[in-house]
């Protein structure tokens, strides 16, 4: 039976989806202002854990990167040296939450399914029912000389593996029978035997890990290419996404849920939920002045020339990030960053970002703060409770991850301001009505197979 609860009994109106991101790898985080605390210290993760939790929020997210990215041979400047693994801290936070879900990145093409499926599938009973899975994957070699097969994946390869591995997590889910009512002896019910043969996996045996409240862990992609659409419309009932304005949403909102139908699925089977930055103030000036602060602050101007030397392929050092941007052509073969995405077209790229600084006047510091600007919402609580209404109202998300720009305090005005609001409106929970990271998602309990 679906517990889907989009539509507010009480007013009719497509409830709005919150989740909160724990900052942190990234150019999201202001580093030198003095509220911003350690990014390693549990009691950080604890007090953002319980923010969101007291804003009744979906779910808890943390990111997660298997190895420390350089540029130029030295860490990059932006990454957290030290943090810890998110798994593990999702059950320690599992222990200080009630009702919030916890979701965690975890990579598919370094992992193996029998050993995160248990790993996944504990923190979902220790938890409730609470568990998410933000299934990623990688070709990068840098990050695979981590690990014994290396860099062995290629590029093409990765969303296939990632899909059979989805698949066979949930094989080893359903393989335990589900607890009888005349079998008061087994009140976790039984192992039944499994075995999937693919080409990416041959297994075999009884699964460790009894069925867990939710049946199977909640399926979260990231991603906005057409393989990752399709990936997400297949396997997923989450996908994190990236889209700027309103018009942007609605069409990646479209192309996404039109594809459930070839997997049978419903368009209420999959929640989109784009990363957003809020900046709140008591007016829209006001926020609108704080807003610009903050990007000032996130892109210094190290961090703008580290930025361009990704498109550039060159070492920019010796460039004025307040002057304009380099008039030489970017080297599409030079490699300077190692464990970073790389662009597709460096050429392409630097024409778009000269077209910009040339029709609005910007130096390359400022060029890099708007092409990196994450999609934002920025006014006073009204203006930014109105403009999430109507991205929802509008089927361009079904609601948002927020990417706070301080740890542990960035999500206090949205919680304290923006959420009383939004429930005033009746588009947002007041109290949590289930248990499971499902139930707040409104998505079906998985039938056991098999």
Do not use: C
């Amino acid at each position: 039976m679906s517990t889907d609860r989009t539509a507010a009994p009480a007013t009719g109106r497509k409830q709005i989806h919150l989740a909160a991101h724990f900052p942190g790898v990234n150019s999201t985080t202001v580093w030198t202002d003095p509220r911003s605390r350690s990014q390693i210290d549990f009691a950080s993760f604890e007090a953002l854990a319980r923010t969101a939790e007291r804003g009744r929020f979906d779910f808890f997210f943390l990111a997660e990167g298997l190895r420390l990215r350089e540029q130029k041979g030295l860490i990059h400047d932006l990454d957290v040296v030290g943090r810890p693994e998110s798994l593990t801290l999702l059950n320690a936070l599992a222990a200080v939450t009630d009702r919030i879900g916890l979701a965690a990145t975890v990579n598919t093409t370094f992992n193996e399914p029998y050993e995160l499926a248990r790993r996944l599938a504990t923190l979902d009973h220790l938890s409730g029912g609470r568990a998410g899975w933000n299934a990623v994957t990688s070709s990068d070699a840098f990050t695979g000389e981590n690990f014994r097969r290396g860099g062995y994946l290629d590029r093409a390869d990765r969303y296939t593996r990632a899909a059979e591995f989805v698949a066979t997590a949930r094989e080893l889910w359903d393989s335990w029978t589900p607890p009888a009512p005349d079998r008061p002896d087994a009140p976790y019910g039984g192992p039944r035997p499994f075995a999937h043969s693919g080409p990416q996996f041959r297994i075999e045996g009884e699964f460790t890990v009894a069925r867990s409240p939710q049946g199977h862990p909640v399926v979260i992609q990231a991603g906005d290419s057409d393989e990752g659409r399709e990936f997400a419309a297949s396997a997923a009932d989450v996908i994190f996404t990236r889209h700027g304005t309103l018009e942007a949403g609605r069409a990646f909102y479209a192309d996404t849920k039109r594809r459930l139908a070839a997997y049978g699925r419903k368009p209420a089977d999959l929640k989109i939920m784009p990363g957003v930055t809020v900046v709140v103030g008591d007016t829209d000036a006001e926020a609108q002045e704080r807003a610009a602060e903050i990007r000032g602050r996130q892109v210094s101007g190290r961090t703008a020339l580290l930025a361009a030397e990704e498109i550039w392929g060159r070492d920019l050092s010796s460039y004025d990030p307040d002057g304009p941007l380099p008039a030489v052509d970017p080297d599409p073969e030079a490699r300077l960053a190692r464990g970073r995405v790389r662009h597709a077209d460096p050429l392409a790229e630097a024409e778009r970002w000269r077209a910009l600084a040339e029709a609005k006047g910007l130096s390359l510091r400022q060029t890099v703060i708007e092409t990196t600007t994450r999609q934002s919402f920025v006014g006073s609580p009204e203006t930014v409770a109105e403009a999430f209404d109507t991205f929802v109202r509008s089927d361009a998300a079904d609601g948002f991850i927020l990417v706070p720009h301080l740890t542990p305090g960035g999500l206090d005005d949205v919680v304290d301001r923006v959420v009383p609001l939004l429930q005033e409106r009746g588009v947002f929970r007041t109290e949590y009505e289930g248990t499971t990271l499902r139930s707040h998602l409104g998505l079906p309990h998985p039938v056991p197979k098999g």
